[in-house]
């Protein structure tokens, strides 16, 4: 039995090459779609209108000049009248003030010695401020004696801040205070890394006991003093 279609005429047979060529051209239309541009041909002028009416004609000024003032006339001469002295002139006799030497009054002024009220520094004053404790030390080694019982005092009423210890802050707080002329304890100055660590070492330095005031040349002065207060967690 022979085939009733003829092999030559199989439809299939380039199916795969047709396709490939249709959709390059699908894809090469739709590219030239996409990339093509127009443009809107439009054109704007205007016109300037120059009118020959712009010009305007500047008249010529003349400047007039002011003939200058006449000067003045010369002053009249004085007229001078002579009048005979007839009147006889007392004359004024004016006495010395001074006196002799024998006269003079010397009265005695009293100078008084006034102190100036300054700041002698601890490491320069003659005598140093006492602290309570130190009475019965030379007075070469009170200086040393003065430090050590500051340390003491430091170290005896030394208590850390709780919120400083919660937050880790730590750190030397320098302090500045003076001994005054009574020996009581004035103008506590602090700086240091934390204000609570610079409120305990004011509290330290505040419960500090009265002292012997310095003196300098056998009178009493006001000492500064600074000691610096270090804070460290362990």
């Known amino acids: ?10 439809l299939n047979k380039n199916r795969n090459l047709y396709f490939v060529i249709g959709l390059t051209f699908v894809t090469f239309i739709t590219w030239q779609a996409i990339e ?14 120059v009118e020959d009416d712009d010009d305007e004609d500047i008249p010529i000024t003349e400047q007039i000049k002011t003939p200058p003032p006449p000067p003045p006339p010369p002053p009249a001469p004085e007229v001078i009248e002579v009048v005979e002295d007839e009147e006889e002139v007392e004359e004024t006799v004016i006495e010395s003030t001074e006196t002799d030497q024998d006269e003079i009054i010397i009265e005695d002024i009293e100078v008084e010695d006034e102190f100036e009220d300054i700041d002698v520094p601890f490491a320069v004053i003659e005598d140093v401020p006492i602290f309570p404790g130190c009475e019965s030390v030379a007075k070469s080694q009170r200086r040393a004696c003065f430090q050590e019982q500051m340390n003491k005092h430091i170290r005896k009423n030394f208590r850390y801040p709780d919120i400083a210890q919660e937050m880790g802050i730590q750190g030397r707080v320098y302090v500045n205070f003076i001994i005054a002329k009574d020996g009581s304890i004035t103008n506590i100055r602090m700086r240091g890394p934390d204000k609570n660590l610079e409120n305990e070492a004011a509290r330290i330095i505040g419960r500090l006991p009265k002292m012997t005031p310095g003196k300098q040349r056998g009178r009493a002065v006001r000492v500064p003093f600074s000691i610096p207060i270090t804070f460290r967690l362990q």
């Open 36 to 49: 093509s541009k127009t443009y809107e041909k439009t054109f704007d002028y205007e016109a300037l209108n």
């Open 1 to 10: 039995m022979q085939p009733k279609k003829n092999p030559k005429a199989d």
